[in-house]
Every structure is written in structure tokens, then in C-alpha cells.
């Protein structure tokens, strides 16, 4: 059972926004910024959001994310074929002092 | 570009000790926080533990009476070890860099580890 709650699954067509959410507590999100990876089976996860809103360099702008109170979302804009992965949230818990994940949510493009 | 990259036995016999070894190619050691993470079969991500360059650790209250972890910082290197392991130790076993008290934002590749 992961600390954080995201739908399974998500989808929509090319072209399409598609948003993805994430619930916690006030001792993970409500207390702390959350990430957001993006994950292919087999290969490293890839960092998209960090501080609820910051993409690194190469992530484009058709990513973003935010956070409000003990939730938060990204929001994938202009959806794309090769967007199809699997994507987590993720936060530091200050009761764990660790980071917590969400269960991941698996987006499919129709 | 850093880099991590993992090795490591990934075919463990119940009782055994799992050992993994994270190299760091492509930027500084010192000043962040060297981390294990763990992939279950059914997706969930367990954090297992963090050492820094010193060798100063922090682990998961969950796994602490198993794990140790271990760092060369001349090598730019840093490992784990979880002794005794069981089924339930099966998984894809992470390393990852983290910037302070945050998730973390450079993952390996993964080794896939069977208890079997």
C-alpha cells in the first residue's frame, strides 16, 4: 500500500490534456514540495517536476504541476505517443524522515 | 550528465545477503544524500535507507535491523547490503541521488533481485 494515493490509471488522445493527481498528509505533501517522475519499465525514472512546479532543463513545457494543501497534480498538455509510462508522485515525510511514492499511475495514449 | 549505475547479484537465495554496489559517474560526491530504494512486484516504491560521503546513514525504521549501507568516497561509490532476505525482498532495487530532505531526482537503472 503506497503512502501517497494516484488514480491507476489515465489516458486520452493525442493532443489531449490529461491530469493526474496526488493525495497524502499534512506530514508528507502538506508539510514538503513534491516531485513527479516519469517511469518506462527497465530504464531509470526520469524527473519532471520537482519543488510541485520546477521542470529541469530538457522537460518541456507541456508539463506541469502543482500543489495544494495535502494534494497535487500534473498535467500533461498536447499529449504524445511516446508520453505513454507510468508516472509517480513523490514527497519527503516528515514522520519517516524519507521520501514517500505514490502508487503510480499508468497513462495510455488512445 | 551524472550517472549512477548499479551492480550487483540479482539471484538470492532465501537467507542470503543482498549486495548492491552504485557507481557515480559525471559530477560532485559530496553534498547529497546517496539513496536505496525498492520496486515491489505490484509497483509500490519503498525508500530503504540514505548515507552520505562521511558515511553518515539514516534507514527505514521497516528494514533498519537488515540493511546496512556503506560508502567509498574516493571511488564514488556507495552500497547496500540487506542480510536474511525472504520473498518479500524480492524487487527492483534502486540507487539514487537526493538533494537534502526531497524525493530523489537521478535514479540508476535498477537491478532485479529474486529470492528464490
Known amino acids: 500500500q503506497s503512502v501517497l494515493t494516484q488514480p491507476p490509471s489515465a489516458s486520452g488522445a493525442p493532443g489531449q490534456r490529461v491530469s493526474i493527481s496526488c493525495s497524502g498528509r499534512?506530514?508528507?505533501?502538506?508539510?514538503?514540495?513534491v516531485t513527479w517522475f516519469q517511469h518506462l519499465p527497465g530504464t531509470a525514472p526520469r524527473l519532471l517536476i520537482h519543488n510541485n512546479n520546477e521542470r529541469p532543463s530538457g522537460v518541456p513545457d507541456r508539463f506541469s504541476g502543482s500543489k495544494s494543501g495535502t494534494s497535487a497534480s500534473l498535467v500533461m498538455s498536447g499529449l504524445q505517443s511516446d508520453d505513454e509510462a507510468d508516472y509517480y508522485c513523490?514527497?519527503?515525510?516528515?514522520?519517516?524522515?524519507?521520501?514517500?511514492f505514490g502508487g503510480g499511475t499508468t497513462v495510455t495514449v488512445l | 550528465q551524472m550517472q549512477l549505475h548499479q551492480r550487483g547479484a540479482g539471484l538470492l537465495q532465501p537467507s542470503e545477503t543482498l549486495s548492491l554496489t552504485c557507481s557515480v559517474s559525471?559530477?560532485?560526491?559530496?553534498?547529497?544524500?546517496w539513496t536505496w530504494i525498492r520496486q515491489s512486484p505490484g509497483k509500490t516504491l519503498e525508500w530503504i535507507g540514505e548515507i552520505t560521503y562521511t558515511g553518515s546513514t539514516n534507514y527505514n525504521p521497516s528494514l533498519s535491523s537488515r540493511v546496512t549501507m556503506s560508502v567509498d568516497a574516493a571511488k564514488k561509490e556507495f552500497s547496500l547490503n540487506v542480510t536474511s532476505v525472504t520473498a518479500a525482498d524480492a524487487a527492483v532495487y534502486y540507487c539514487?541521488?537526493?538533494?537534502?530532505?526531497?524525493?530523489?531526482?537521478?535514479w540508476g537503472q535498477g537491478t532485479l533481485v529474486i529470492v528464490s
Open positions: 559525471g559530477g560532485a560526491f559530496t553534498g547529497y544524500y
Open positions: 539514487a541521488r537526493c538533494r537534502g530532505a526531497a524525493p530523489p531526482d537521478i
Open positions: 513523490a514527497a519527503w515525510d516528515d514522520d519517516l524522515n524519507g521520501p514517500v
Open positions: 499534512r506530514n508528507n505533501i502538506g508539510a514538503n514540495t
